[in-house]
T-cell receptor, first 114, second 112 residues
Framework: AQKITQTQPGMFVQEKEAVTLDCTYD???????LFWYKQPSSGEMIFLIYQGSYDQQNATEGRYSLNFQKARKSANLVISASQLGDSAMYFC???????????FGAGTRLAVHP | GAGVSQSPRYKVAKRGQDVALRCDPISGHVSLFWYQQALGQGPEFLTY????????KSGLPSDRFFAERPEGSVSTLKIQRTQQEDSAVYLCASSLADQPQHFGDGTRLSIL
């Protein structure tokens, strides 16, 4: 079965510290993509970062990096130098092979404290 | 605007009424998706269009749900004879070919 698991319902971090949000995935398809989205309280889903299953290097986008461990089927999001505006829900998602739809995890609510 | 636009932002309907939710994708995006997000959960896929063709509707929960994109641009998600379990946020996303999906702000539907 194709599934995304986010085991941390909530996390908190001090401003300016780094935080890791966990994501594990399950698929038997060798070709897949992994995504992280941020959803603030206003509701929009904001694309953060993408990792393809064949990518050799971990993806990075500014303060966001993806710790991709293929053998463990994990794709953890690392946010460096947390800011108050990072407080939001974070969703990990997977796209399988030739299919276009995204399969989402249940999300992790991140709170950044001053 | 340059982003995905959804309307209305909020919709309240009585059980049994029909509703129509609109999505205006980013110009030039051939792929369009609808997702349903229940309170406290991640979005769940409903249906996918490539231009005007509905290529995947496997996520539509019942035949009360119907989506169309007649000219390959604006899409409408229609729910007939609404029920309380239809209450959710409905998200629309669009993308180019294999690029990441860009989401709208969603329509929050409440069925009384």
């Amino acid at each position: 079965a194709q599934k995304i698991t986010q085991t941390q319902p909530g996390m908190f971090v001090q401003e300016k510290e780094a935080v890791t949000l966990d994501c594990t995935y399950d698929t038997s398809d060798p070709s897949y993509g992994l995504f992280w989205y941020k959803q603030p309280s206003s509701g929009e889903m904001i694309f953060l970062i993408y990792q393809g299953s064949y990518d050799q290097q971990n993806a990075t986008e500014g303060r966001y990096s993806l710790n991709f461990q293929k053998a463990r089927k994990s794709a953890n999001l690392v946010i460096s130098a947390s800011q108050l505006g990072d407080s939001a829900m974070y969703f990990c998602a997977m796209r399988i092979g030739g299919y276009n739809k995204l399969i989402f995890g249940a999300g992790t609510r991140l709170a950044v404290h001053p | 605007g340059a982003g995905v636009s959804q309307s209305p932002r909020y919709k309240v309907a009585k059980r049994g009424q029909d509703v129509a939710l609109r999505c205006d994708p980013i110009s030039g995006h051939v792929s369009l998706f609808w997702y349903q997000q229940a309170l406290g959960q991640g979005p769940e896929f409903l249906t996918y269009f490539q231009n005007e063709a509905q290529l995947d509707k496997s996520g539509l929960p019942s035949d009360r749900f119907f989506a169309e994109r007649p000219e390959g641009s604006v899409s409408t998600l229609k729910i007939q004879r609404t029920q309380q379990e239809d209450s959710a946020v409905y998200l629309c996303a669009s993308s180019l070919a294999d690029q990441p999906q860009h989401f709208g702000d969603g329509t929050r539907l409440s069925i009384l």
